[in-house]
């Protein structure tokens, strides 16, 4: 069965994740963060099923996370239904690439984690 991989095209580590996919024989179908960015109720299904916190599906390093002041958000106690209609709101805040599977939700590339994951 396919794994849902969502990424930027642009990025460097999506790219790089991309190519793991294929080079693993990975099989997956590729959405658009941008395009198609995620919607809060699919975030609050990945967020559940992640077992991560939260703060791991936003992309700390990108532009719009500093220019609104996510962090600051974060620590004053954002509810999660108010950080997943946030993260609803614009792809570019998403951590990707972000991949979604039947029983695991990866939040950015780390290969041993992959490879434990989806091998």
Do not use: Q
């Not at 996919?21 to 967020?47: F, M, Q, S």
């Amino acid at each position: 069965m396919a794994v849902l991989f969502i990424e930027y095209p642009k990025c460097t580590t999506c790219k790089k994740a991309k190519k793991w996919l294929d080079e693993h024989g990975v099989e997956y179908i590729d959405r658009h963060i941008v395009e198609d960015n995620p919607t809060a109720a699919e975030l609050a299904k990945w967020h559940e099923r992640s077992g991560l916190p939260l703060r791991r599906f936003f992309n700390t390093s990108g532009m719009r996370y500093r220019e609104l002041g996510i962090k600051a958000k974060l620590d004053a106690g954002m509810t999660d239904e108010e950080a997943y209609a946030l993260l609803a709101t614009d792809g570019m805040l998403v951590k990707r690439p972000l991949v979604v599977a039947d029983n695991v939700v990866l939040t950015g590339f780390k290969e041993d984690s992959w490879a434990e994951a989806l091998l």
